[in-house]
Structure formats: C-alpha cells, structure tokens
C-alpha cells in the first residue's frame, strides 16, 4: 500500500453514508407530504343516546350537542337499527334527522324501544358544507 492511497476508503465511505441519508429522507418526505394532501379534514361534533324508561314503557333518546364545528354543519342522519337489521321509526324535533338543514343543539329524536329488539344500533351521521360525511355517534343500546 502506497503513502497516497490512505484517505480513499474513508471519504468513499462518507459519500455513501451521505447519498443513503439523503435517498431515506427523500423517501420518508414523499410519502409524508403525499399522504398529506389526500387527508380530509375531522370534524368534532357530539350526540349521545340513552335508554329512558318512564310510566309509558321505555323509549331511545338521541340527542345532539352541537360543538366547536358546528358552523361547517349541513344536516344530519339519525338511524336506529334493531338486531334484525330493519330499521325503526324515529320522533325528531329540531331537525336533527334532515340532511339539508342543519339542527339546533339541544335537537332531539325519540324511538319506541322493546326489549325483544336489542340490542339496538344507534348511528347519527353528519353531512359538512364541503361535501363530506362523518358518523358522529355510533352506540349500541341493550
């Protein structure tokens, strides 16, 4: 080995180190900044759903409580499926069951509630201004 050739295999080695980093953070980049314009945005809104027994028998509350987007909202989907999989009839006030009008808080539906249909699935959708849907609330009652 000649005195000239000492330093070759070190700088070769830095070169490498360096273009690997460069293609990993290249990489990692285009996935990140990719994936980033295909997301859509979350909406946060909130309903609840509760079991209410009375006098009369027992009957499903849906409420919505509005929240910090609730200015994006257009309207709403209220479902409350039984465990047969059909559908049950729904009481709204305050449009909270219309896709084209947005509820007020405090926008209520009440269904009839039997014992032999648990458990119940209750699902309230969102639909936004910009075109997007949300499920807000998916609940099981017993």
Do not use: W
Request: net charge neutral; hydrophobic share 40%.
């Amino acid at each position: 080995m000649r005195n000239d050739e000492r330093g070759v295999s070190p700088v070769i080695g830095v070169v490498l180190m360096v273009a690997i980093t460069v293609i990993l953070a290249a990489i990692v980049a285009s996935f990140v900044f990719g994936m980033a314009g295909t997301m859509k945005r979350t909406y946060n809104l909130a309903a609840s759903a509760e079991k209410i027994c009375g006098a009369g028998g027992c009957n499903i509350s849906i409420v919505y409580h509005g929240g910090p987007d609730h200015q994006y909202l257009n309207g709403t989907r209220v479902s409350v499926i039984k465990k047969d999989g059909t559908t049950s009839s729904l009481s709204c006030l305050g449009n909270l069951n219309n896709i084209n009008s947005a509820p007020d808080v405090g926008a209520s539906c009440i269904s009839a509630y039997s014992p032999g249909d648990v458990p119940y699935t209750v699902v309230v959708g969102a639909v936004f201004r910009d075109g997007t849907e949300q499920v807000i609330l998916r609940t099981s009652i017993s």
